[in-house]
Every structure is written in structure tokens, then in C-alpha cells.
């Protein structure tokens, strides 16, 4: 059985009221727009309040610009996973990061060949 590496789980309103659903688990998440293209590719970490919860629930209080939606990953090795997250999505659209994303979650990442 083949692992994942893209996160397939299913679309979620970015809003206050859904964000307050969310559990309070470390893990990863990723935003994007109404057509489904990821803008950014985020992690609950053991410093976040609250885990996802906390995180998606900023995320909604202040939606960044063209984010309409999120889906996330109860994860613990979240700083792995992300990386991971990070890898694949410059695997598929020519190197580059999401357009929301920070230049410096790309220093160090490595080269990853997802089939």
C-alpha cells in the first residue's frame, strides 16, 4: 500500500463557526482559494494555543487574502509532515511555494519525486 504524500482530505469553509469544530491536535493544515489552489501550507506546533483549533481559528478571524476554505491533518510529526506538505506542492508547480507562504519555509527543504 502506497503512502500519500498530497493531502487529500476534503475542503472546509474557512470561518469562525467551523474553525470552532476543529479539534485541539498538533498537525498540519493548508489554506486556499474558492477554486481549490493552495496559498499556504501551515503546522499547529507545540507552541501553538490550541493546537489546530487555534491556529485555523486565527486563520478565520483574519482570513489571509483569497482564502476561502481549509483542510487539515492531525499529525505529531507535524514539522516532518509539513516539510513533506511543502515538498510536494513545489514538485507541482515548478519549484515555487505557495504564493502566501513565507520565502523561508523553503531554506533547506529537500528534493522530493512523489509518484
Known amino acids: 500500500m502506497a503512502i ?5 482530505k476534503p475542503w472546509r469553509p474557512l470561518t469562525p463557526a467551523e474553525a470552532d469544530k476543529v479539534a485541539g491536535n498538533l498537525g498540519v ?5 474558492e477554486a481549490g489552489d493552495i496559498l499556504y501550507i501551515g503546522a499547529a506546533t507545540g507552541r501553538s494555543l490550541f493546537g489546530l483549533r487555534g491556529e485555523i481559528q486565527g486563520q478565520a478571524a483574519s ?6 476554505q481549509f483542510r487539515l491533518e492531525v499529525n505529531t510529526s507535524y514539522r516532518t509532515r509539513h516539510r513533506e506538505l511543502l515538498m510536494a506542492y513545489k ?5 515555487k ?6 520565502a ?11 509518484g
Do not use: H, I, W
Not at 500519500?4 to 487529500?8: E, G, K, T, W
Open 4 to 8: 500519500a504524500v498530497r493531502m487529500s
Open 29 to 33: 493544515y493548508q489554506l486556499a482559494n
Open 63 to 68: 482570513p489571509p487574502a483569497g482564502a476561502t
Open 91 to 95: 514538485f507541482d508547480n515548478g519549484g
Open 97 to 102: 511555494l505557495p504564493p502566501l507562504q513565507p
Open 104 to 114: 523561508e519555509d523553503g531554506r533547506g527543504l529537500g528534493k522530493l519525486s512523489p
